[in-house]
T-cell receptor, first 113, second 118 residues
Framework: DVKVTQSSRYLVKRTGEKVFLECVQDMDHENMFWYRQDPGLGLRLIYFSYDVKMKEKGDIPEGYSVSREKKERFSLILESASTNQTSMYLC????????????FGPGTRLTVT | AQKVTQVQTEISVVEKEDVTLDCVYETRDTTYYLFWYKQPPSGELVFLIRRNSFDEQNEISGRYSWNFQKSTSSFNFTITASQVVDSAVYFCALSEAIKETSGSRLTFGEGTQLTVNP
């Protein structure tokens, strides 16, 4: 079974802090994704990576950056957390190729105070 | 740009009723893939089904069935004899190729919250 894990289920940070959200997958998937989920807005793509050291901006990249130094790990970085980044963050991975489904992690609920 | 619209934001039914979740999509691609995911209260999205644009056969899996109609750009999901455990948010998604790279991404609808009451 594919396993996608995220470093924390719940996280509380202060405004202005640098925040790291980690995602690890164990199935050697080429593609990895970061989404945020907010009520009424569905899943919005922040960044994705289709291979190691490769990254592409999604629909809402502002205020975020990512890092993919190893194939199994994809990190989302909030350089200076703000209250409007309070949200559920979901990581996903997938084999290369658009026919393949994405596998999701359990999510990290981030609260910025 | 691609777009996925889930017609119902919320649906509430009583157990054993049948329920259909509607999904309409827009794309210029001739080859594309459609997906349904379930997000139970625990939060983790679970893959339910994939359909490619060349396969319009309806699919049935237990109490779940899917109706793909290319002519109306719809990919609807029906749960027969609903159960309380079906309560979840359901997402429809469309796979898009990123032509400039070798990557691709999913475009999700906003989700439909299904509540099945005992």
């Amino acid at each position: 079974d594919v396993k996608v894990t995220q470093s924390s289920r719940y996280l509380v940070k202060r405004t202005g802090e640098k925040v790291f959200l980690e995602c690890v997958q164990d199935m050697d998937h080429e593609n990895m994704f970061w989404y945020r989920q907010d009520p009424g807005l569905g899943l919005r793509l922040i960044y994705f990576s289709y291979d190691v050291k490769m990254k592409e901006k999604g629909d809402i990249p502002e205020g975020y950056s990512v890092s993919r130094e190893k194939k199994e790990r994809f990190s989302l970085i909030l350089e200076s957390a703000s209250t409007n980044q309070t949200s559920m963050y979901l990581c996903a991975s997938r084999r290369q190729g658009r026919r393949y489904e994405q596998y999701f992690g359990p999510g990290t609920r981030l609260t910025v105070t | 740009a691609q777009k996925v619209t889930q017609v119902q934001t919320e649906i509430s039914v009583v157990e054993k009723e049948d329920v259909t979740l509607d999904c309409v999509y827009e794309t210029r691609d001739t080859t594309y893939y459609l997906f349904w995911y379930k997000q139970p209260p625990s939060g983790e999205l679970v893959f339910l089904i994939r359909r490619n644009s060349f396969d319009e056969q309806n699919e049935i899996s237990g109490r779940y069935s899917w109706n793909f109609q290319k002519s109306t750009s719809s990919f609807n999901f029906t749960i027969t004899a609903s159960q309380v455990v079906d309560s979840a948010v359901y997402f429809c998604a469309l796979s898009e190729a990123i032509k400039e790279t070798s990557g691709s991404r999913l475009t999700f609808g906003e989700g439909t919250q299904l509540t099945v009451n005992p």
